[in-house]
């Protein structure tokens, strides 16, 4: 009897799950969110660049997790006391996924240390102590109710508000790679200036293609499959080759060349561009917040573009058996420089 209990219930469990992963999801990833996410996460990296000038140097990666950590925490209502430490540990979880090692247990210590500060919060907000901002995505998972008309208990709204932070903070790879672009293609960054949304959003559907976040994915087949004649015997591992995939000649020209100018014509198919994982967002292992990467490159590097700044000596190689890959110095710029005109709009903006 006992052992028929987690065959009924699982599935149960995976749909409540999914419920709930499309509810908090959906107040992030709407057009008015994401709209809503980039105003906070601009204002910030705003805020970020008015000290660059006085510092001898600034790693993008570093500077851009910190940034994004503000935005989206802002956005999603939860308070920050130290937006660098809450930044090192969910930048730990995205880095030691798939990983095993050293890296792997950081991101455990990483993931515990935020579920336990994120479920204090909800306990507070249920207490009354802190006050969720109406309608936040705080607001929201301390309202949620389940089918079975229950409460979240506060370590599942924790990792389900985590589930909605930590894929924006994960844009700092993208961040990184876009200095290495422009560093390497100045001509890329004259049009960045230029105020092209469209050019924009081609860039960031290129830098997503050009550069590995994952160069590869893995999972088991549940069941017998079949592709291409080839037989898939249930709980065989797949690997599915993001990198080869993205630079795939029979798909593009040039794949190993950076020419945002191939997405002006139109956007890539959800089978063609895979960066993120394949497949439907909703039901699949597609990252849910493909959008929101998206929209924050096309705000953020028009805009750091239009700085001035000097490019040391450093690594900035990019390995492809790393998973998630990263430029290893995290790009790092100095003698940073903000033309009055930047100065002037971002104030305006502000």
């Known amino acids: 009897m006992n052992r028929s209990v987690p065959r009924v219930r699982l599935p149960v469990r995976r749909k409540a799950h999914r419920v709930r992963k499309g509810t908090f999801l959906s107040l992030l990833t709407g ?15 705003d805020e970020a660049v008015e000290s660059w000038p006085g510092r ?36 730990a979880m995205v880095d030691g996924f798939a990983t095993p090692g050293p ?6 210590r990483a993931r515990a240390r ?4 994120l479920g204090r919060l909800v306990e507070d907000v249920r207490e009354g102590t802190v006050t969720a901002p109406a309608g936040s995505v705080l607001d929201v998972v301390v309202r949620h ?9 506060p370590h599942t709204a924790a990792v389900e508000l985590l589930n909605v932070i930590r894929p924006t903070v994960a844009v700092c790879w993208f961040v990184a790679y876009a200095g290495h672009a422009l560093r390497a293609s100045p001509d890329v960054r004259e049009r960045l200036r230029e105020d092209d949304a469209a050019y924009a959003v081609a860039f960031a559907h290129e830098l997503r293609r050009f550069y590995p976040f994952a160069p590869f994915l893995g999972g088991r087949a549940v069941t017998d499959l079949e592709w291409r004649g080839e037989p898939i015997p249930s709980g065989t591992l797949i690997l599915l080759d993001l990198y080869g995939q993205n630079h795939d000649p029979d798909l593009r020209d040039e794949p190993y060349a950076f020419h945002p100018d191939r997405f002006l014509d139109r956007p890539p198919h959800r089978d063609e561009l895979v960066p993120q994982g394949g497949g439907d967002r909703t039901a699949g292992h597609r990252c849910p917040g493909e959008d929101i990467t998206i929209a924050l ?54």
């Open 56 to 91: 001898p140097s600034v790693v993008l990666f570093d500077e851009a997790s910190r940034v994004l950590t503000r935005g989206v925490c802002q956005r999603a209502g939860v308070p920050l006391d130290d937006a660098g430490s809450i930044a090192r540990d969910l930048v």
């Open 297 to 350: 490159l096309a705000a953020l590097w028009p805009r750091l573009a239009r700085l001035e700044y000097d490019v040391p000596e450093q690594d900035l190689r990019i390995p492809l058996n790393r998973m998630p890959s990263r430029v290893r110095s995290g790009f790092v710029i100095e003698s940073v420089r903000v033309p009055a005109a930047v100065q002037g709009a971002a104030r305006a903006a502000g």
């Open 145 to 153: 109710r389940d089918a079975d008309g229950g409460s979240l208990d």
């Open 31 to 45: 057009p008015e969110a994401v709209a809503g996410l980039v105003e906070r996460v601009t204002a910030a990296g």
């Open 103 to 108: 890296r792997h247990w950081r991101a455990r």
């Open 114 to 117: 935020c579920e336990a500060w």
